[in-house]
């Protein structure tokens, strides 16, 4: 589902490759949720409003390519909203965007409402 940024997929292969050094994003790695989906190079619509923050993801170590979110996301007092998809943030004073997706089926929420994604929702995968 999510695909990594055109900024942070040309990081990782300048330092692969040897042409430039790598910045590990700053932790604690967090999830944003969107109304309208971002691309590779632009930023999604961010929910806004209510009590939304970005909530920590944390992941599994990578296996065969691929990294699993290894706990529940829950994103508490969320603001009327559909939300259509996610993006993955580190936590820097000026955030970078790493990755980005649609969700399969998008959420509508109420006002004063939780939306909560279960520990393996979320795959990252190079390939």
Same mark, same amino acid.
């Given at each position: 589902?999510?695909? !990594?940024? &055109?900024?942070?997929?040309?990081?990782? +292969?300048?330092?692969?490759?040897?042409?430039?050094?790598?910045?590990?994003?700053?932790?604690?790695?967090?999830?944003? +949720?969107?109304? #309208?989906?971002?691309?590779?190079? #632009?930023?999604?619509?961010?929910?806004?409003?209510?009590?939304?923050?970005?909530?920590?993801?944390?992941?599994?170590?990578?296996?065969?390519?691929?990294?699993?979110?290894?706990?529940?996301?829950? %994103? #508490?007092?969320?603001?009327?909203?559909?939300?259509?998809?996610?993006?993955?943030?580190?936590?820097?004073?000026?955030?970078?965007? !790493?990755?980005?997706?649609?969700? &399969?089926?998008?959420? &509508?929420?109420?006002?004063?409402?939780? +939306?909560?994604?279960?520990?393996?929702? %979320?795959?990252? #995968?190079?390939?």
């Amino acid at each position: 589902m999510p695909a !990594l940024t &055109t900024t942070e997929a040309n990081r990782l +292969l300048d330092a692969t490759m040897g042409t430039a050094s790598y910045t590990a994003p700053t932790t604690p790695i967090r999830l944003a +949720l969107v109304t #309208a989906n971002g691309s590779a190079t #632009a930023a999604g619509t961010e929910v806004t409003g209510g009590s939304y923050t970005r909530q920590t993801i944390t992941m599994t170590a990578a296996a065969a390519g691929a990294s699993a979110s290894s706990g529940a996301v829950t %994103f #508490a007092g969320l603001p009327a909203a559909t939300v259509v998809g996610v993006e993955v943030w580190d936590s820097a004073g000026s955030p970078r965007r !790493l990755w980005w997706g649609a969700l &399969t089926a998008s959420k &509508t929420v109420g006002a004063g409402d939780s +939306l909560s994604f279960p520990a393996g929702s %979320f795959t990252l #995968a190079l390939s």
